[in-house]
């Protein structure tokens, strides 16, 4: 039975669930829940605090869990990430009421507030800046106010809270995050894994499959036989499309998965070179 830790609260939690749910995967019922079993898949789900999610993936008793890169990258776990998941994207950045600090620099002697002591303390080492870390376990932005910290290193998605706060990020960057399936460092090579190998690539290709789903439209339209050519080139499919012969002579329909960011302007654009009966379809669930 595959052992899969998922996040049990915050932003992480609900579309993890969801992503979960929609690749077939049955799902605790109750918030309270801890752990369920899913027998008809074979995996057993572990709700777990975000935070240490690495640290049991890591330990080798969990195979594989859902967490964020920068909750992996903070714990130091021995685990890495083998498939981003889109969701719960974030940067994670230095920020201070205005005129604190113009870049890291500035920095040297401050004392900075984060959740994150474990990137934030590398990060300063690594560009070799002397300031002290205070560990707070969340609400960050009101930690200058209080006068425990000059500087805050916090997670940013909107920068609705740091407007709030009346604090502004300043210097680069100090990660990007999503949510990503880890599993632990190096457990392929060593063997140990080899019975539960095909359950996680099966995991893995369910995952993608809704990503697919969430990402891709399938595109159906008719068009005459010479413009085929520039209409392929619109939608070029991920293989190729199909190209199926009309009843009416001289005509074809065609068929590609198109990204559905793009959907309407490339129905734009076969219309424009008169393609007809143009449609786009949802896919629910694939396997590439
Ligand atoms: N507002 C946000 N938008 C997008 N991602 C976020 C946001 N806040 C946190 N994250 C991401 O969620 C993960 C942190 O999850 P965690 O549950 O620990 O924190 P949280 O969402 O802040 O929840 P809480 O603070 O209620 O415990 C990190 O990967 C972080 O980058
Ligand atoms: O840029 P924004 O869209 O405002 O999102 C970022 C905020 O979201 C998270 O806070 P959360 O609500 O989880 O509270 P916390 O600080 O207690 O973790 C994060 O810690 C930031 O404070
Ligand atoms: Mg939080």
Same mark, same amino acid.
């Given at each position: +039975?595959?052992?899969?830790?998922?996040?049990?609260?915050?932003? *992480?939690? !609900?579309?993890?669930?969801?992503?979960?749910?929609?690749? #077939?995967?049955?799902?605790? $019922? @109750?918030?309270? &829940?801890?752990?369920?079993?899913?027998?008809?898949?074979?995996? @057993?789900?572990?709700?777990?605090?975000?935070?240490?999610? =690495?640290?049991?993936?890591?330990? #080798?008793?969990?195979?594989?869990?859902?967490?964020?890169?920068?909750?992996?990258?903070?714990?130091?776990?021995?685990?890495?990430?083998?498939?981003?998941?889109?969701?719960?994207?974030?940067?994670?950045?230095?920020?201070?009421?205005?005129?604190?600090?113009?870049?890291?620099?500035?920095?040297? !002697?401050?004392?900075?507030?984060?959740?994150?002591?474990?990137?934030? =303390?590398?990060?300063?080492?690594?560009?070799?800046?002397?300031?002290? /870390?205070?560990?707070?376990?969340?609400?960050?932005?009101?930690?200058?106010?209080?006068?425990? %910290?000059?500087?805050?290193?916090? /997670?940013?998605?909107?920068?609705?809270?740091?407007?709030?706060? #009346? *604090? @502004?990020?300043? !210097?680069?960057?100090? +990660?990007?995050?999503?949510?990503?399936?880890?599993?632990?460092?190096?457990?392929?090579?060593?063997?140990?894994? &080899?019975?539960?190998?095909?359950?996680?690539?099966?995991?893995? $290709?369910?995952?993608?499959?809704?990503?697919?789903? $969430?990402?891709? /439209? +399938?595109?159906?339209?008719?068009?005459? /036989? @010479?413009?085929? &050519?520039?209409?392929?080139?619109?939608?070029?499919? *991920?293989?190729?499309?199909?190209?199926?012969?009309?009843?009416?002579?001289?005509?074809?329909?065609? $068929?590609? +998965?198109?990204?559905?960011? &793009?959907?309407?302007?490339?129905?734009?654009?076969?219309?424009?070179?008169? %393609?007809?009966?143009? *449609?786009?379809? %949802?896919?629910?669930?694939?396997?590439?």
């Amino acid at each position: +039975m595959l052992r899969i830790a998922v996040p049990n609260k915050g932003s *992480l939690s !609900g579309p993890a669930g969801e992503m979960l749910h929609e690749a #077939g995967y049955q799902q605790r $019922r @109750e918030a309270k &829940e801890l752990r369920i079993v899913d027998p008809e898949n074979e995996v @057993e789900f572990f709700y777990l605090r975000p935070r240490d999610i =690495a640290i049991y993936v890591s330990s #080798g008793k969990l195979d594989i869990g859902i967490t964020g890169r920068d909750l992996l990258i903070d714990s130091g776990a021995n685990a890495e990430p083998i498939l981003p998941l889109g969701f719960a994207r974030s940067t994670f950045r230095f920020a201070g009421k205005p005129g604190t600090a113009a870049g890291l620099a500035d920095l040297a !002697g401050k004392t900075v507030a984060t959740s994150y002591e474990g990137i934030v =303390a590398k990060y300063l080492a690594d560009h070799g800046v002397d300031a002290s /870390v205070v560990h707070l376990d969340g609400a960050v932005e009101t930690a200058i106010e209080l006068g425990v %910290a000059e500087v805050i290193a916090d /997670v940013v998605e909107t920068g609705t809270s740091l407007r709030n706060a #009346g *604090l @502004e990020v300043f !210097g680069d960057p100090i +990660m990007k995050s999503e949510a990503v399936v880890i599993r632990r460092t190096g457990a392929e090579a060593t063997g140990a894994t &080899e019975e539960t190998e095909p359950k996680v690539q099966q995991f893995l $290709r369910r995952l993608q499959g809704v990503l697919v789903a $969430r990402t891709y /439209v +399938m595109m159906d339209y008719d068009c005459r /036989v @010479e413009q085929l &050519e520039k209409a392929v080139a619109l939608t070029p499919g *991920l293989e190729s499309p199909t190209v199926s012969p009309l009843h009416n002579e001289g005509w074809v329909a065609v $068929r590609a +998965m198109v990204p559905s960011k &793009e959907a309407q302007r490339i129905m734009d654009d076969l219309y424009d070179i008169g %393609a007809r009966a143009i *449609l786009t379809t %949802a896919i629910h669930a694939c396997r590439l």
